[in-house]
């Protein structure tokens, strides 16, 4: 009981911070003390289930998300039922798009669970620190939804819940590594409606010159562009 009150207090401990709030701070928002709240984080009070509920709302994230960990310890199998495509194998992701505004690649982490009626999404955006991911830029709550032809993850922001985004990934039932798609939202610097190119892995990728390049729009993209007047991405396999 110990591990699993641990393991959720140094989750309530990264959202707390990537949120810029104090243990005090979240303390006032559920009612308890600083103490209390580092207890909590520390693991050595175990959390009754309606505080929990009270730190997930204040901390404007799911529930699920404090719990993410233990779930997949519980589950036997490491896949999804009825899911066939490329994010049926495993329960976390990397994504990867080069932001031009900073010349930065950012690096972003998907988490991926499943109750009887949908699969949900958290999606946590320029990540520094795999380790500690959840304290990340922004954080994005929603589900996927698969067909014969693409994945398709609609989310929201969970700090700003006006925000929405959108991915779309074609050919989702190929078997490789990495496959690329489009995400479209809004952006804030400056503040206007974008579309960009973004890759998705199994695995963590170096952050060197070789993925700069699959990042950055290629000549064929551009062209496309022109022909089009619209942002495609071709999804070649990447083994």
């Known amino acids: 009981m110990f591990s699993i009150s641990k393991q959720i207090g140094s989750k309530i401990r990264s959202f707390r911070k990537s949120k810029g709030l ?3 701070q979240l303390g006032n928002l559920i009612c308890k003390s600083k103490a209390t709240v580092c207890k909590y984080e520390s693991g050595e009070i175990t959390i009754d289930i309606n505080t929990l509920y009270d730190i997930a709302t204040a901390l404007n994230i799911e529930v699920q998300q ?4 233990i779930c997949i310890q519980s589950e036997e199998k490491n896949f999804f039922r009825n899911s066939h495509g490329f994010f049926s194998s495993q329960r976390q992701y990397y994504s990867y798009f080069y932001d031009g505004r900073n010349n930065t690649i950012n690096r972003s982490v998907l988490d991926f669970e499943q109750n009887e009626k ?3 999404v958290a999606l946590y955006m320029n990540v520094s620190d795999y380790k500690n991911y959840t304290n990340c830029e922004y954080s994005y709550w929603g589900k996927l939804e698969e067909n014969e032809t693409s994945s ?8 700003t819940p006006i925000e929405r985004i959108a991915i779309v990934i074609l050919s989702p039932f ?8 489009i995400m479209s939202g809004i952006s ?26 699959k990042l950055k729009l290629s000549k064929e993209d551009i062209n496309n562009i022109k022909r089009y007047n619209m942002l495609s991405i071709i999804n070649q396999v990447l083994y």
């Not at 409606?193 to 973004?198: D, E, G, S």
């Open 152 to 159: 398709n993850i609609f989310m929201r922001n969970q700090d």
């Open 174 to 181: 190929r078997n490789c590594n990495e496959l690329y798609g």
């Open 66 to 69: 404090l719990l993410y960990d």
């Open 22 to 24: 104090s243990a005090q």
């Open 188 to 213: 804030d610097r400056p503040f206007m409606p974008i579309a960009l190119k973004m890759l998705f892995s199994k695995t963590p990728l170096e952050l060197d010159e070789k993925l700069l390049q």
């Open 118 to 120: 949908e699969i949900s």
